[in-house]
């Protein structure tokens, strides 16, 4: 007997099969029966469906600059008057200095139509879970400086351990106390055997590269459309419709793109092409959570993943410059339970300072230095070497700010710091204050039928407009938050840090409530066509979130991952325009 869809989603809630039967009849629908499914599961989850089903509210859609009209301009207009007045220094200081002063930033997300309103402000100074500008304002900075700040601004502990390293000189040759106990402590926490600074996170990822190629003499790097591992030629390198892999942008040689296989991240056949290529893959590259999508959590996946390549003797790379330190002390390692055989880092570590990190497993790192060796006999370096120098590798003034950091980490968490399960250290709550404020916006999301959602991992999280791709309005919401009083990164990521309270968590929120009340009065969200179009795309595999295990299935929170799963696959249909 064929079961409906209120049945397989009745049995998946309630648990009544284990979590293979229930993929099982999952598959066996049509694919429309599918997609009821996985709204009842979101909905289930407390996660406001993407479009109207019968009788559903439909939430409004997001206005396109191509839909601008007389009014929109007008108001658009005033709005370039007010904000002259509010910081007309910073917007001086930009048309003055553009002559000398290349800022590769600059032209990101350039709206034609929000041109006077583009341009960056300029900071004075910070402190704890604020920045001023040149006119005067203050901001709570939720930018997090692009996730490198931990502790807020000009933390006591950071300040007096750069001083101190001042006061001692800043000899770029030569060892010191500082990277000796740094190394350990940052081995210590996350779990690596061994550990070596860069000069930033995008140098640690073209090394940890490098490394894996002389490790296996292989050529090709794996790594999963959607994730960002720095601008290297190295890794810099997308793929088109068809799947081909092609440069980031001009200037990168086709050369290196081809050298490079892009496949979609948890997808379970981008582990087909792996095992069918094991013998030319030099390393697969991961960015566990990626930072442009953070809703996508497939540890599933993952698991598989790592499971594969100790299978084939493929080094695999987890890129934590983002997760690193932002989810508990062992990243999203720690959060998933897989141990990579290398892991990258960015400046978390370094306080902000310009600092990267390579650990892992003595096997691959030994590959720098030739290993461990003793000077009383007749022993020599054990592996072969690979190339790698950097005049700031470890510059004494970051390593000493790493050093503070790492302790304050290791000081906040005590005995948490060697198990990310259950943590109880300071990022626990951290991240609880991260996402209370993303449930209480989510639900005022939801409440206004605004087509946007807080997607979050740890103390992350991101504004994501479900049917727009930086548009003009998602571009004049963030205009208005700086109105209000709220600074954020115009890459898209935000960040709570130790040194926001709940006063500024609950002013945040007002500020959000009111740039996107603004936005709705003024007509920058629409009601939705009377008639969406008819979808035709293929719906994801959900099989690609969810491979099968051996042994027993029917763990308690088999279920819960099982929805989790079918919840992820509706979102990335969503994200793809597969659903309207």
């Given at each position: 007997?064929?079961m409906?869809?209120?049945?397989v989603?009745?049995?998946?809630?309630s648990?009544?099969?284990?979590?293979?039967?229930?993929?099982?009849l999952?598959q066996s629908?049509?694919?429309?029966?599918?997609?009821?499914?996985l709204?009842?599961?979101?909905?289930a989850?407390?996660?406001?469906?993407?479009?109207g089903?019968?009788?559903?509210?439909?939430p409004?859609?997001?206005?396109d600059?191509?839909d601008?009209?007389?009014?929109?301009?007008?108001?658009i207009a005033a709005?370039?008057?007010?904000?002259?007045r509010?910081?007309?220094?910073?917007k001086a200081?930009?048309?003055?200095h553009?002559v000398?002063?290349?800022d590769?930033?600059?032209?990101?997300?350039?709206?034609?139509?929000?041109?006077k309103?583009h341009?960056?402000?300029?900071?004075?100074k910070?402190?704890?879970?604020?920045?001023?500008d040149?006119?005067g304002n203050?901001?709570?900075d939720?930018?997090?400086?692009?996730?490198?700040n931990?502790f807020g601004?000009?933390?006591?502990?950071?300040?007096?351990?750069?001083k101190?390293?001042l006061d001692?000189?800043i000899?770029?040759?030569?060892?010191?106390?500082?990277?000796?106990?740094?190394?350990?402590?940052?081995?210590?926490?996350?779990?690596?055997?061994?550990?070596l600074?860069?000069?930033?996170?995008?140098?640690?990822?073209?090394?940890a590269?490098?490394i894996?190629?002389?490790?296996?003499?292989?050529?090709?790097?794996?790594?999963?459309?959607?994730?960002?591992?720095?601008?290297?030629?190295?890794?810099a390198?997308?793929?088109?419709?068809?799947g081909?892999?092609?440069?980031?942008?001009?200037?990168?040689?086709q050369?290196f793109?081809?050298?490079?296989?892009?496949?979609?991240?948890?997808?379970?056949?981008s582990?087909?092409?792996?095992?069918?290529?094991?013998?030319?893959?030099?390393?697969?590259?991961v960015?566990?959570v990626?930072?442009r999508?953070?809703?996508?959590?497939?540890?599933?996946?993952l698991?598989a993943?790592?499971?594969?390549?100790?299978?084939k003797?493929?080094p695999l790379?987890?890129?934590?410059v983002?997760?690193?330190?932002?989810?508990?002390?062992?990243?999203?390692?720690?959060?998933?339970g897989?141990?990579?055989?290398?892991?990258?880092?960015?400046?978390?570590?370094?306080?902000?300072?310009?600092?990267?990190?390579?650990?892992?497993?003595?096997?691959?790192?030994?590959?720098i230095?030739?290993?461990?060796?003793?000077f009383?006999d007749?022993?020599?370096?054990?592996?072969?070497?690979t190339?790698?120098?950097g005049t700031?590798s470890?510059?004494?003034l970051?390593?000493?700010?790493?050093?503070?950091?790492?302790g304050?980490?290791k000081?906040?968490c005590?005995?948490?710091?060697q198990?990310?399960?259950?943590?109880?250290?300071?990022?626990r709550?951290l991240n609880?204050k991260t996402?209370?404020?993303?449930?209480t916006?989510?639900?005022?999301?939801?409440?206004?039928?605004l087509?946007?959602?807080?997607?979050?991992?740890g103390s992350?999280f991101?504004?994501?407009?479900?049917?727009s791709?930086w548009?003009?309005?998602?571009?004049?919401?963030?205009i208005?938050?700086?109105?209000?009083?709220?600074?954020?990164?115009?890459q898209?990521?935000?960040?709570?840090?130790?040194?926001?309270?709940?006063?500024?968590?609950?002013?945040?929120?007002?500020?959000?409530?009111?740039?996107?009340s603004n936005?709705?009065?003024?007509?920058?969200?629409?009601?939705?066509?009377?008639k969406?179009?008819?979808?035709?795309?293929?719906?994801?595999?959900?099989t690609?979130l969810?491979?099968?295990q051996s042994g027993n299935?029917?763990?308690p929170?088999?279920?819960e991952?099982?929805?989790?799963?079918?919840?992820?696959d509706?979102?990335?249909a969503?994200?793809?325009?597969?659903?309207?």
């Amino acid at each position: 007997m064929q079961m409906t869809v209120e049945d397989v989603s009745k049995k998946i809630l309630s648990k009544e099969m284990d979590r293979q039967d229930a993929m099982r009849l999952f598959q066996s629908l049509d694919k429309e029966s599918q997609l009821q499914v996985l709204a009842t599961l979101r909905r289930a989850d407390g996660i406001t469906p993407a479009h109207g089903g019968n009788g559903a509210v439909r939430p409004l859609k997001t206005l396109d600059q191509r839909d601008l009209t007389d009014e929109h301009r007008a108001w658009i207009a005033a709005l370039v008057g007010k904000y002259d007045r509010f910081v007309p220094k910073s917007k001086a200081n930009v048309l003055e200095h553009q002559v000398h002063f290349v800022d590769q930033h600059r032209a990101f997300h350039l709206i034609k139509d929000l041109k006077k309103l583009h341009f960056q402000i300029t900071y004075t100074k910070a402190k704890g879970a604020y920045v001023h500008d040149a006119d005067g304002n203050r901001y709570i900075d939720i930018s997090g400086d692009m996730g490198v700040n931990l502790f807020g601004h000009r933390a006591p502990f950071l300040i007096d351990a750069v001083k101190h390293s001042l006061d001692q000189g800043i000899p770029l040759v030569g060892y010191s106390d500082m990277i000796f106990r740094a190394c350990k402590l940052f081995c210590e926490i996350t779990g690596h055997e061994r550990a070596l600074f860069t000069q930033s996170g995008t140098e640690a990822v073209m090394f940890a590269v490098r490394i894996a190629r002389a490790a296996t003499g292989r050529k090709k790097i794996v790594l999963f459309h959607g994730s960002y591992h720095g601008l290297s030629d190295a890794v810099a390198t997308t793929k088109d419709l068809a799947g081909n892999s092609f440069p980031m942008s001009p200037g990168i040689l086709q050369d290196f793109a081809d050298q490079i296989i892009v496949l979609d991240y948890g997808d379970m056949a981008s582990l087909d092409t792996i095992e069918q290529r094991a013998g030319e893959i030099a390393t697969v590259l991961v960015e566990p959570v990626q930072s442009r999508h953070p809703y996508r959590k497939p540890v599933e996946f993952l698991k598989a993943l790592r499971l594969l390549t100790i299978e084939k003797n493929i080094p695999l790379i987890f890129d934590e410059v983002i997760t690193g330190f932002r989810v508990c002390p062992q990243g999203a390692q720690g959060r998933f339970g897989i141990q990579a055989d290398m892991a990258t880092y960015g400046e978390i570590p370094g306080g902000g300072l310009p600092t990267g990190v390579i650990a892992g497993a003595a096997k691959y790192m030994d590959l720098i230095d030739g290993g461990t060796w003793r000077f009383d006999d007749d022993s020599m370096p054990s592996s072969k070497r690979t190339g790698m120098a950097g005049t700031h590798s470890q510059n004494p003034l970051k390593i000493a700010a790493a050093l503070a950091v790492l302790g304050e980490i290791k000081k906040r968490c005590g005995d948490g710091v060697q198990s990310c399960d259950g943590c109880t250290c300071f990022q626990r709550t951290l991240n609880e204050k991260t996402t209370r404020l993303a449930d209480t916006l989510n639900a005022f999301f939801g409440e206004e039928r605004l087509p946007v959602v807080i997607d979050t991992f740890g103390s992350l999280f991101r504004f994501r407009f479900v049917d727009s791709n930086w548009g003009v309005t998602e571009a004049l919401f963030f205009i208005l938050l700086r109105m209000e009083g709220v600074e954020t990164n115009i890459q898209g990521n935000c960040f709570l840090t130790t040194a926001h309270t709940d006063e500024d968590i609950d002013a945040v929120t007002a500020g959000v409530k009111a740039s996107m009340s603004n936005l709705k009065r003024s007509g920058f969200f629409r009601e939705p066509d009377e008639k969406p179009m008819q979808d035709t795309a293929p719906l994801p595999e959900t099989t690609a979130l969810a491979p099968p295990q051996s042994g027993n299935a029917s763990r308690p929170n088999e279920m819960e991952r099982l929805k989790a799963l079918l919840a992820a696959d509706l979102a990335l249909a969503e994200e793809s325009g597969n659903l309207r």
